[in-house]
Every structure is written in C-alpha cells, then in structure tokens.
C-alpha cells in the first residue's frame, strides 16, 4: 500500500520509512562508520542493563560511546555504535556494558509509548548558525496522532518529515522565547505544512511579537500564498492560524490530549522566556527552553517523567567563540542563560524527574567534549537517567 504522509493513521507504517531516513541523515552527517544494532536486542539490554547485573560488569569494552557519534539513537529503531567494537563482541554483551559504563538507559518503549504518548527531538544542538552535526531547537511530542511542536529552529519541518511526522498533522506551536535558534523556521513550518496538504486549524503558542511574526510572515510571502490558493486550489492559510501571545506563567492550554502548563524562565535579557510542560494521558514532559538555573523550572518539572534542558559544557566555551569576532560578548551572553550539566543534574534531582535529557548543547559539534563528559557531568547531582540529546531521538 502507497503510503500517504498526509493521511495521519498512516503513523505506523510511516515509522519504518523514518528509520530509513534516519539512518540516511546519520549517514549524511558522516557518521558512516557505524553499525546499527536491532532494536529488539536493545531492549532486553535495556531491562538487563537497568539490573546491574555481572554481564556488563564484567565485560571489558573499549569507550567508544562518542568518538563516532551517540552510544543511543533513536529507540525504536536501532542503535548506532562503532563497526570496530562490535565483531568483538556479542551485540547484547555491547550494549549492556555500554549501559554499564554510562549510566544511561536506553529509552526503550514500553506499550505505553508505543499507542502513547512519543516525544521526538527534532533539533538539539544550542545556537543559530546552522551545524551539520544537528539542527537548532526543536521538539515535537505526537499525541493521538496530533503534533505539538516546541520551538521552530532552522529545518524544523524537514526534521519533522525525517522523523516520519506527517505535516498535516501539526497542531499548535509552542514557543519558548524570541530567539532566531528556536524561531527561525516558525513561519515556515506553518506555510510549508500548509504547502503540504495542512487544512486544519494551527495554534501557535509564545511570547510577543509572535502575533506581529506571524501576520508579517503571511503578508512577506502573500504572493505565493494566493498563486497556490487560486493555481492549486488550496484553502486560505490565514485563517487556520490562531495566536496567543503569552506573557505570563500559568495554564496555558488544556484540549482532549494534553494540559500544557508554562513557567517563566530565567533567560535574560529575553524576557519573557517560558518553559513549557505536557502532561498528556500516560506521560508528563517538560521542556526547559534556554534557561540559568530557574526554581520556576524545578516546580514546573516536579515529578515529570522526562526533563528536556538546555546545557553547555563550560571548558569548551572558549574554544566556540574563540571562532567569532563578538567573542567577549558572546561568551557572557551564554555563561548567563545556559546551565552546566551539573546544574541541569542537580535541577533534575531537585525536582524529582525520571529522565534528563540533555539538549541545546552548547557547544553542540566539538569533538572534545564527548557523550560520557556530558553524561558524567549531569550525573556528578543526579541519580536517574541520562540521556545526550540526538536529532531524531525518541524518548
Ligand atoms: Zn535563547
């Protein structure tokens, strides 16, 4: 059967496409060394993993969960490691030890998340200018079958077709804050769906000028917008979008699958800056936004089941902007908003969450600063689980 991207119940079969996909952007972004390990296989090291048992520890595994790119991936469908530790070892012998060294559990799916609630990391590395390494800022968490999509960095609709999400299945946009690293691809997202087949009603979520933003947008691009309602006979793009400038913390919104509740954020001097959390039917994540260490955070997060947070690696800092002229200034402006690991660690235990992630890496592709630093720094205040964010990861 010919698969539909524009038919929402064909989510399933998508997913084997996506996988696919995956792996050709893993590839593309040169990491084609790597093997792929079934997803089946990571699981039941996933539940071993979680036991402690003598297997992993045991076992005698060279480090290579970041040389070559994330020891996880995306969970459903297979697990990237390097092609040279694997024929040494059996593969769940690997990925158990890997586990063990880690600290980190693979987000393996139970049934929950397969029928349930999924969240999908569409870009996670910190900053505007466009990497090969990852995408800037976005999530997207899919619930019975409609997208919520968090923040709009640079290629966001392209992630979301790489992550097999249908576009027509975009529903509201949240915005975290006025940054180009997570709005730059707000208005495209929403035209480009609309290009796609999108007919149904959008609303988009954040702080002012979002509604300036958005008529702005329609007005720049009026000229396409009217060709393809009069040449391809779609239906008029501005009357689906629906914004809501938010200035404050508090519920946000509340519809058959999700309450969604916004904190106001540390992140100056952008002000107002939101941290968003999705308590849906079977799940509760929150998403940090960029954010300083912020006690509103702690309470918004309090006994999530997942804490996506901003980070950066404070060593590395000088060596990223060491690359620009606006170094001094650049540098203040990220020690201000952006927390250490072990800040985002001890936020984490603070409020009781199951799972950090890690995301909005900063710096996000330098290759001195590997998966295990950032894991063992988030680690040094935290005792739940890890995870070093990756584009197209599902948690
Ligand atoms: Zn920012």
């Given at each position: 059967m010919a698969l539909d991207p524009a038919r929402p119940?064909?989510?399933?079969?998508?997913?084997?496409?996506?996988?696919e996909l995956g792996r050709k952007l893993t590839r593309q972004l040169g990491q084609n060394r790597q093997g792929f390990i079934?997803?089946?296989?990571?699981?039941?090291s996933d539940r071993s993993g979680r036991a402690g048992n003598d297997e992993q520890q045991n076992a005698d595994i060279p480090d290579v969960s970041?040389?070559?790119g994330s020891?996880?991936?995306?969970?459903?469908?297979?697990?990237?490691?390097?092609?040279?530790?694997?024929?040494?070892?059996?593969?769940?012998?690997?990925?158990?030890s890997t586990i063990a060294m880690t600290g980190v559990s693979l987000p393996g799916r139970s049934a929950a998340q397969s029928s349930g609630t999924r969240l999908i990391l569409l870009g996670t590395g910190g900053g505007p200018r466009p990497r090969?390494?990852?995408?800037?800022?976005?999530?997207?968490?899919?619930?019975?079958?409609?997208?919520?999509?968090?923040?709009c960095g640079d290629g966001v609709a392209r992630q979301l077709a790489f992550a097999g999400v249908p576009l027509t299945a975009l529903r509201h946009i949240f915005i975290t804050h006025q940054h180009?690293?997570?709005?730059?691809?707000?208005?495209n997202l929403i035209w480009l769906a609309w290009a796609a087949g999108l007919s149904t009603r959008v609303d988009a979520w954040g702080p002012p000028p979002l509604e300036k933003m958005t008529r702005l947008f329609f007005e720049m691009n009026a000229s396409d917008i009217e060709a393809r309602i009069s040449n391809e006979g779609r239906v008029p793009i501005v009357p689906l979008v629906h914004v809501h400038q938010i200035r404050s913390a508090g519920a946000v919104m509340t519809d058959e699958n999700v309450k969604v509740t916004a904190a106001l954020v540390d992140h100056p001097p952008v002000v107002p800056a939101f941290g968003y959390r999705f308590d849906t039917r079977d799940r509760s994540i929150v998403i940090s936004g960029d954010t300083a260490p912020s006690d509103n955070l702690v309470k918004l997060a309090r006994g999530a089941d997942v804490l996506v947070h901003s980070v950066m690696y404070p060593p590395a800092i000088d060596r990223l902007?060491?690359?620009?002229?606006?170094?001094?200034?650049?540098?203040a402006s990220i020690l201000a908003h952006q927390p250490p690991a072990e800040e985002a660690g001890r936020i984490a235990q603070a409020a009781g969450v199951r799972t950090l992630v890690l995301s909005h890496l900063v710096p996000a592709d330098d290759p001195q600063v590997t998966d295990r630093m950032w894991i063992e720094a988030a680690q040094s205040r935290f005792r739940g689980t890890v995870i070093v964010g990756k584009d197209l990861m599902e948690i």
């Open positions: 119940r064909d989510f399933e079969l998508r997913r084997c496409k996506r996988v079934e997803a089946d296989e990571s699981r039941r970041s040389k070559n020891i996880l991936s995306n969970s459903l469908c297979k697990i990237p490691v390097s092609s040279a530790a694997v024929p040494s070892l059996t593969r769940r012998a690997f990925l158990a090969t390494a990852s995408s800037a800022s976005a999530q997207v968490i899919v619930t019975n079958n409609s997208a919520y999509v968090i923040d180009s690293d997570h709005t730059a691809d707000y208005g902007v060491g690359r620009v002229p606006n170094a001094a200034a650049l540098k």
